[in-house]
């Protein structure tokens, strides 16, 4: 089955309550699963690493990064949906660079830890290079609920 239209996982927006506008109502938005391609360092094979989300809406574009979605993706995103992108299972893991691990990306293969700084290596290089964040997208979406009382909208240029 295709799941492409579902959204995985539902995401809230954490943010400080502003009391004055208490009264209006949440946003709830689209979020683009974005992806980068490496190579395990254990067993060689390819693996879809998750380096963020990419949120898109009237008010702008904004990227989020996988450190903060990373706890809800893992929660609620079904490990078959993202296998089927090419994306390993997504769970707390050990690291020697991070001390306690951290909800990190796997090898669909192995297992083995995909580092979280890696990735973001390969996503500064991809910036770099004049690529975009659209061109990372790997077709899966999350639910976004975005606080009415946060001032997300405003900052997201
Ligand atoms: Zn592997």
Redesign the pocket.
């Known amino acids: 089955m295709d799941a492409s239209g579902v959204p995985i996982a539902r995401w809230r927006f954490a943010a400080t309550p502003d009391p004055s506008r208490r009264h209006d109502a949440d946003v709830l938005t689209r979020a683009r699963v974005l992806t980068i391609t490496d190579r395990?360092w254990?067993?060689r094979?390819k693996?879809r690493g998750v380096v963020g989300v990419l949120v898109e809406m009237s008010a702008g574009r904004r990227f989020v990064a996988f450190a903060d979605i990373a706890e809800a993706l893992a929660s609620s995103a079904d490990p078959r949906t993202l296998a089927a992108r090419g994306i390993g299972p997504l769970r707390h893991r050990d690291s020697p660079g991070i001390q306690g691990g951290y909800v990190a990306n796997g090898?669909l293969?192995?297992d083995?830890l995909i580092g979280r700084l890696g990735l973001d290596d390969m996503l500064d290089e991809h910036l770099r290079n004049g690529g975009t964040y659209g061109q990372l997208d790997c077709g899966l979406s999350l639910e976004l609920e975005i606080p009415a009382t946060s001032n997300w909208l405003q900052r997201a240029a």
């Open positions: 395990c254990c067993c094979s693996v090898c293969e192995c083995a």
